[in-house]
């Protein structure tokens, strides 16, 4: 009883709220700089399950921002390394791990099961696949995204609006912390503010997080907050995400990843095109209800199916690969 004393006392918590965490079931996607420190403060706080998703493994240049790994981490699987360090420091909370990467049709499977999805992927796909599966869920999602020196955090869908709402188009750089960089308190601030928003949520402490977003600058240490709750969703999803498997014989899968990046398509009758190829290209498509677009992480299908739109009068649908060539 005394693990959860210091929570159990604030008056925003007690005994009840505390339960309520007891009986939750997150899931969360992503175990790097972000989901490293939501998940520890998610275990600490006593939630009652943890599904945990994340395709990748440890390397040594994930540890300056990734403290849940050690060195001898170096070459498992984040999703077993974590749960291991996990279930060490409360064995009370029981931890799924699910080495695979999130698409539409696992997002689809994971979210009837849990009470609340937690985005730490820092993903362009994974942020509106897990907020589209939330929306028609009606399940909340706490989602971050870092860069360089800034990022934000927000809550989202339930009974809030979704990211699409807030963010209807592409994100203004398609830098990564990979070209880019980022520091590591700062996506530690951002996945302690995740866990922070998760908690409040499922043990109902209001005011709700839900339909706000909190921005960071590490560079001037300012925090900027403000509500959306009233942002107008969309009136349908122009771009939806799709997973391999949905692939549909009739569709048209454009390949988008250049055969250095990808010597293997989905399919092998994928057309080989870039996205400088649109607009116009539509002349250049046979005939058939619905393209597909492909690309790595979903950035360069979006820019083309924004391009392709004018001409194309169909369904258009995009698929994130990621680069494993096809497999």
């Known amino acids: 009883m005394s693990r959860y004393a210091r929570q159990e006392i604030l008056p925003q918590m007690g005994r009840e709220r505390q339960e309520r965490l007891r009986k939750s079931h997150i899931l969360v996607v992503g175990a790097g700089g972000l989901g490293c420190p939501a998940l520890q403060y998610l275990v600490g706080g006593g939630v009652g399950r943890i599904t945990l998703v994340d395709p990748d493994k440890v390397e040594r240049g994930n540890l300056h921002r990734q403290p849940l ?23 009370d909370v029981e931890v799924t791990a699910i080495a695979a990467a999130l698409d539409p049709t696992l ?53 809030a609006p979704s990211v699409r709402a807030l963010f209807p188009g592409l ?19 951002l996945g302690a503010m995740e866990a922070q928003m998760a908690i409040a949520i499922l043990a109902g402490i209001e005011p709700s997080p839900l339909g706000q977003l909190v921005s960071i600058d590490m560079e001037t240490f300012g925090f900027r907050s403000f509500r959306f709750d009233k942002a107008q969703e969309p009136a349908e999803i122009p771009f939806p995400f799709i997973g391999r498997q949905e692939l549909l014989a009739t569709d048209i899968l454009v390949e988008l990843r250049p055969i250095e990046e990808a010597p293997r398509s989905l399919r092998a ?19 058939g209800p619905r393209v597909v677009l492909c690309c790595r992480s979903g950035l360069r299908a979006w820019r083309a199916a924004e391009a392709l739109r004018p001409t194309w009068a169909g369904p258009i649908a995009l698929i994130a690969a990621g680069e494993d060539q096809g497999r």
Request: charged share 20%; hydrophobic share 40%.
């Open 107 to 159: 997002a689809a499977a994971l979210m009837s099961r849990v009470d609340l999805a937690l985005d730490c992927a820092d993903s362009f796909a994974v942020t509106y696949t897990l907020s589209d599966s939330c929306k028609a869920l009606a399940k909340p999602l706490v989602s971050a995204s870092a860069l360089g020196l800034s990022g934000y955090a927000g809550g989202f869908c339930g009974p």
């Open 69 to 91: 790994f050690t060195e001898g981490d170096i070459g498992r699987l984040k999703v077993e390394a974590a749960r291991s360090r996990l279930v060490d420091l409360n064995p």
């Open 171 to 189: 994100p203004k750089t398609t830098a990564t912390c990979a070209t880019a960089g980022v520091l590591g308190p700062l996506v530690g601030t």
């Open 269 to 287: 009758d994928a057309l080989r095109l870039s996205v400088d190829d649109f607009p116009g290209c539509s002349t250049r498509l046979p005939h």
